[in-house]
């Protein structure tokens, strides 16, 4: 109580202060008449998106209360601080006044009830699991929309932009769009799924998508507070990019068997495995569970650049995923056919190391394409919109395509399959025994305290047998994708069998 009142006496004193100097300015520039001029001070309390809806119908936005004190430069606001706020806030928020101008500040519901003098507007509120994928501070969805209203409070001034003394303020709303609302493809269920599989990374994230469709079910990025949506980020791939080269293999029918003594060289560059293991003579399918680098170094020599650069670029590498209106995903980088006329980056590229740079949701987007048999769909992210007048318009996307053999896409997934079962992903193996991936510990050629930092990778699929989601798990500053990634992965999907 004394703390309250010793703080309370200070601030008193430090207003009244302030407005001792206020009116000596006024009495001594002679500053006595207001001013006729019909001028204003205009406080936004409230910018309102359109409401954002997962695929379920329920909100995404919108979907709590907010309550907003508007704080006005005079003794009765001052008085009433200590009924809403800490003494903390109280300092900062004096500090603001200082300025002669109202401010809004958010207050916490409980409190609203102790305020005698000061106005709580109560407006609509976000909460969120997915922050990245819609603020603008992330340049997510919100960059993209036009806000559908705008709630301000006018304050009338004199000539010289000084508050009036006894202006209570006039509440009105903007419209700025008709654009009520817009349902878009995240799922609810399976968010909250990745949003708890997510706990264990401290940096990186996770995309879902639905493999028949190619449908955005999650975006999760780690941690919380970063300003970046890492699905959407471009990052070194390294070994998740041999399932396009063994896909390259399979279309152009390229049986490839190779003895791997942990060790190739390429020109005047050596090559190894990690650890430089020995994997001895083995095919496509015990490469892709052993990851091993010499296997794809002297398959991508054998297959050549414009083999594996159309295939990926048929898989959508090298196209901007356009999410809603002019909100896109940059296209990965992949090396050019000149860059892979060197024999030396040709091998990097077998095993998705060098120039090349994905995005998360690329590779997931590649894994919607393989595990659908072969059919490529357009990615989609928004359903359809609803406006004022009641229409509600759905968003068109093209036709799927057939890029590639089913039989090869459902080999290649057996393949996958075996990773788990016999090699490097075994971590992501779930109760039922129907995971599918390829791990990765991709370089990044960026060093702390000297030690590279590594990018870790599981990229999968699941169920094996009927692949209903695609999954792409990655870590930064990572160990490796077998014992990063691979259990989150599990975790995932071990959760998603109970929806």
Not at 225 to 238: D, I, L, P, R
Not at 351 to 360: C, D, H
Not at 363 to 381: D, H, P, S, W
Not at 468 to 496: Q, T, W
């Amino acid at each position: 109580m004394k703390k309250r009142i010793s703080c309370l006496s200070f601030v008193i004193v430090f207003l009244i202060s302030s407005l001792l100097g206020r009116v000596g300015y006024i009495i001594f520039s002679r500053n006595f008449s207001v001013s006729s001029v019909n001028n204003s001070y205009v406080l936004t309390i409230e910018k309102q998106y359109p409401t954002v809806f997962y695929s379920g119908g329920e909100k995404m936005t919108n979907n709590t209360e907010k309550y907003i004190a508007v704080l006005k430069p005079n003794t009765r606001t001052i008085t009433d601080l200590h009924n809403l706020f800490s003494s903390s806030e109280i300092s900062k928020i004096t500090n603001e006044l200082k300025q002669g101008y109202p401010i809004i500040k958010e207050v916490n519901k409980q409190k609203i009830s102790n305020a005698k003098y000061i106005k709580v507007y109560k407006t609509y509120g976000n909460k969120l699991i997915s922050n990245q994928l819609l603020l603008s501070s992330s340049s997510g969805l919100f960059n993209y929309l036009d806000s559908y209203k705008v709630k301000k409070i006018r304050y009338s001034t004199d000539a010289l932009g000084r508050m009036l003394q006894g202006s209570e303020g006039e509440i009105f709303e903007e419209k700025k769009s008709s654009l009520k609302g817009l349902k878009t493809t995240i799922n609810k269920d399976v968010e909250k799924c990745a949003a708890e599989a997510s706990k264990s990374i401290n940096s990186g994230c996770i995309v879902i998508m639905d493999v028949n469709s190619s449908s955005i079910l999650s975006c999760i990025t780690k941690p919380d507070s970063s300003y970046v949506n890492k699905c959407f980020e471009q990052y070194s791939a390294g070994s998740v990019f041999k399932i396009i080269v063994a896909l390259c293999a399979l279309e152009n029918n390229i049986d490839f068997y190779y003895s791997c003594n942990g060790k190739t060289t390429v020109g005047d560059t050596e090559f190894s495995c990690q650890n430089n293991n020995a994997h001895s003579f083995q095919g496509l399918s015990a490469a892709l569970a052993n990851s091993c680098n010499c296997y794809f170094v002297n398959l991508a020599l054998k297959l050549g650049k414009e083999k594996i650069l159309n295939t990926a670029i048929k898989l959508g590498f090298n196209e901007d995923i356009v999410l809603y209106n002019s909100w896109c995903v940059e296209h990965s980088n992949l090396p050019s056919e000149e860059e892979l006329s060197l024999n030396g980056q040709l091998a990097l590229f077998g095993f998705g190391q060098g120039k090349l740079t994905v995005s998360p949701l690329h590779m997931c987007y590649a894994l919607c394409t393989i595990a659908n048999e072969g059919r490529k769909n357009q990615v989609k992210f928004a359903l359809n919109e609803k406006y004022d007048s009641g229409e509600s318009k759905e968003i068109e996307y093209s036709k799927e395509k057939e890029l590639f053999k089913k039989e090869n896409c459902k080999m290649l997934i057996e393949y996958l399959r075996y990773v788990v079962t016999n090699g490097t992903g075994k971590n992501a193996e779930d109760i039922n025994e129907k995971s599918a991936g390829k791990t990765a510990t991709a370089q990044t050629g960026q060093y702390k305290n000297n030690r590279e930092l590594l990018n870790a990778w599981f990229a999968g699929v699941y169920p094996y047998d009927n692949p209903k989601y695609a999954i792409v798990v990655m870590c930064e500053d990572a160990n490796s994708g077998s014992k990063d990634c691979a259990p989150v992965f599990r975790h995932i999907v071990e959760m998603l069998n109970n929806l």
